[in-house]
């Protein structure tokens, strides 16, 4: 651009996204007031597809119940893209109930002597063509494939496939591979390799039994694939670190391409170091550079191109620490949170106890970190701290700001955390900044 004296003037650099004003969009499964829930209604999974169009979820007694968008006509494209095209886009995405269906029953292991439940732990949207909507459901034992259709009047579910007896110890982990022709299924001690069209065979891609059980140091806890490299796929410990492995270095990938973990500061150990260090849930950014990952108290962002440590850490709830005994005494310190990060890479979300959930930015120099409550009224456990920037995820700098260390609703005698309400699952939108969470047996969707 050219100024009055003929010299060009430069555009000032643009700074950091604002922080983003959340509100409530819908409920589903509303509680009244001391409505006592039931376990079986608890939502244990929640998943978009990667149109953003429909919405699944799972809960601990086996059911699926999908969900559809609709306030974008027929489907025809973004929210952004009907803005431009003059479309009346509603003040937010809304979705309705489609259908819902048994996907898993209690079932009963004679070899152990071991009851099954039906809990689901994990549902994955599977590609869909030619109009069906797919996807795959688990329980700690049987995975299951299921198509769903429209006839007439209603939706109908088909279980296509079962992919059964692979896993001695409970499933915590299912991921597509973006060939659209195979996934992984994830326990404590091994990753099996499925192709969706066979479910009589798997193999076994990784393998951390020791001989003797005895020597057993860490579990895994969580896996994905790479969302566009069909051979790459992540798995974190119950140490703190994160492997990427590539399937084309051997059948069984006993080696790893890298290594992510941040050393321990010396003199920090305590009793319960090891025990939240463990991360619970890992997830790659759309573009596949980085990886987020959740641990007890922190949120970690990986770029998968450094393996000297953390880009960015986000405090959670660094206001628990002084109760960790507390914590590991009720068991709650072993509460499995999960994470998820905006399709623009922009920010991270995860849950914490109260029912509360808590947004960061992660562009270069933003202090976003907001306290967010699964209710109506989001925003009312806000906390107005001043924070340092976070560092630039382009930065070469070494130092990584720790953010997010703030006490958002701690009362004056800092008491008011109920450990009971705890907002474990959580989906961010593929495209929007909208955001599902479960509290209990409700499902709250929040948009900015």
Known sequence: MNGGDGGDVAAAPAGPPPPLEWKFSQVFGERTAGEEVQEVDIISAIEFDKTGDHLATGDRGGRVVLFERTDTKEHIGSRRELERMDYPVSRHPEFRYKTEFQSHEPEFDYLKSLEIEEKINKIRWCQSPNGALFLLSTNDKTIKFWKVTSNETSLVARCRRVYAHAHDYHINSISNNSDGETFI???????????????????????????????????????????????????????????????????????????????????????????????????????????????????????????????????????????????????????????????????????????????????????????????????????????????SLSSSITRVVRRGSESPGVDANGNSFDFTTKLLHLAWHPTENSIACAAANSLYMYYA
């Open 185 to 391: 299924s994830a326990d404590d001690l091994r990753i099996n390799l499925w192709n969706l069209e066979i479910s009589n065979q798997s193999f076994n891609i990784v393998d951390v039994k020791p001989t003797n059980m005895e020597d057993l140091t860490e579990v895994i806890t969580s896996a994905e694939f790479h969302p566009t490299h069909c051979n790459t796929l992540a798995y974190s410990s119950s140490k703190g670190s994160i492997r990427l492995i590539d399937l084309r270095q051997s059948a069984l990938c006993d080696s790893h391409s890298k290594l992510f973990e941040e050393q321990e500061a010396p003199g920090s150990r305590s009793f319960f170091t090891e025990i939240i260090a463990s991360i619970s849930d890992i997830k790659f950014s759309k573009d596949g550079r980085y990886i987020l990952s959740r641990d007890y108290m922190t949120l970690k962002l990986w770029d998968i191109n450094m393996d000297s440590g953390p880009v960015s850490t986000f405090q959670v709830h660094e206001y628990l620490r002084p109760k960790l005994c507390d914590l590991y005494e009720n068991d709650s310190i072993f509460d499995k949170f999960e994470c998820c990060l905006s399709g623009d890479g922009l920010r991270v979300a995860t849950g914490s106890y109260s029912n509360l959930f808590r947004v960061f930015g992660c562009a270069a120099g933003t202090t976003e970190a907001t306290t967010l409550e699964a209710s109506k009224n989001p925003m009312r456990r806000q906390v107005q701290t001043p924070l340092r920037p976070s560092r």
